[in-house]
T-cell receptor
Framework: GQNIDQPTEMTATEGAIVQINCTYQTSGFNGLFWYQQHAGEAPTFLSYNVLDGLEEKGRFSSFLSRSKGYSYLLLKELQMKDSASYLCAVLDSNYQLIWGAGTKLIIKP | DVKVTQSSRYLVKRTGEKVFLECVQD?????MFWYRQDPGLGLRLIYF???????EKGDIPEGYSVSREKKERFSLILESASTNQTSMYLC?????????????FGPGTRLTVL
């Protein structure tokens, strides 16, 4: 079966750095997405990786290793507004998105 | 500004009622999706559509049907609502299913079935 694993919850301090991991086992791979979802709101797109390596976008970076079936989202200089759930999703061989359950990130002052 | 709207943010229905959830996008996207989101589970795909009048079953289509009569509108129908269909329902759209395809989501409808 297809599976996406990510931690259920993480806590970090304002101003710090946090890394949210995602491992996947899917039938085929056509890219990996990270979405942010604030409580009670819709998910919004953060990043897309299809090649190995690091993609940086401001305070957020996303890394992919296809051989290891592994990705992480790195958030720097954490702000209170970064408190949200972070969803990892993989586009499989049929171009369908397989979603992880999400990681709830709690930022403390 | 891209926009996906859903007909209701909150909905309370009784067991056995027929429920309509509507989704409208203004981006001229061809592909539209209905998901449900439950605590501890990832987004689960109910149905999707690649074109007007076309529909495909997702992972959990049982108890649901859909309608896409116009490109911008994708409706989810619960023929006879049951308590296990209490959930957050999210609609999304994308330009293409084969390329890099950021999904744009609506605000969600939180449905409670009593």
């Amino acid at each position: 079966g297809q599976n996406i694993d990510q931690p259920t919850e993480m806590t970090a301090t304002e101003g710090a750095i946090v890394q949210i991991n995602c491992t996947y086992q899917t039938s085929g791979f056509n890219g990996l997405f990270w979405y942010q979802q604030h409580a009670g709101e819709a998910p919004t797109f953060l990043s897309y990786n299809v090649l190995d390596g690091l993609e940086e976008k401001g305070r957020f970076s996303s890394f992919l290793s296809r051989s290891k079936g592994y990705s992480y989202l790195l958030l720097k200089e954490l702000q209170m507004k970064d408190s949200a759930s972070y969803l990892c999703a993989v586009l499989d061989s049929n171009y369908q998105l397989i979603w992880g359950a999400g990681t709830k990130l709690i930022i403390k002052p | 500004d891209v926009k996906v709207t859903q007909s209701s943010r909150y909905l309370v229905k009784r067991t056995g009622e027929k429920v309509f959830l509507e989704c409208v996008q203004d981006m001229d996207h061809e592909n539209m999706f209905w998901y449900r989101q439950d605590p501890g589970l990832g987004l689960r795909l109910i149905y999707f559509s690649y074109d007007v009048k076309m529909k495909e079953k997702g992972d959990i289509p049982e108890g649901y049907s859909v309608s896409r009569e116009k490109k911008e509108r994708f409706s989810l129908i619960l023929e006879s609502a049951s308590t296990n269909q209490t959930s957050m329902y999210l609609c999304a759209s994308t330009i293409s299913s084969e390329a890099y395809n950021e999904q744009f989501f609506g605000p969600g409808t939180r449905l409670t079935v009593l």
